[in-house]
């Protein structure tokens, strides 16, 4: 059931429309070893226009990729740091960007937190 968000700031949106949704799915998908169809990924547009870095001049910047995933149970301790690395460099490559750009947010266990077609996730 891992749902991840990806957040991608771009210069415009021809760049954005160039990365595949469905490529980062299968990437993500061998990462958290999920089933066909298991895993979900939501694409998504920031402008660089409406990102901004404190003490650094828009032009500056390095544009990061913002990651957010929603697993029933995250992994603890050392397989956290395995999966960090693992799902970052598989979102880096999809997108283009070094990994170093790349920032990885795990939201809480959605175990009994989140529901599928009326279905509690246990």
């Known amino acids: ?18 990365i595949s949704a469905e ?7 061998v990462v958290l070893g999920s089933q066909s169809g298991n895993t979900w990924v939501r694409l998504r547009y ?4 409406c990102y901004a870095e404190n003490l650094v001049a828009g032009s500056q910047a390095e544009l990061p990729v913002f990651v957010t995933v929603l697993l029933a149970h995250p992994p603890v301790e ?7 690395a693992a799902l970052t460099k ?5 997108v283009g960007r070094s990994s170093e750009l790349v920032h990885v947010q795990y ?3 959605a175990a009994g937190r989140q529901a599928f077609g009326g279905e509690l996730v246990q």
């Open 107 to 109: 939201s809480p266990a």
């Open 78 to 84: 050392s397989a956290l740091v395995e999966q960090v």
């Open 1 to 18: 059931m891992p749902i991840v968000d990806v957040e991608l700031v771009c210069e415009s949106e021809a760049e954005f429309r160039a």
């Open 23 to 29: 490529a980062l799915a299968n990437a993500l998908g």
């Open 46 to 49: 920031l402008s660089s226009a």
């Open 90 to 94: 598989a979102v880096a490559n999809g």
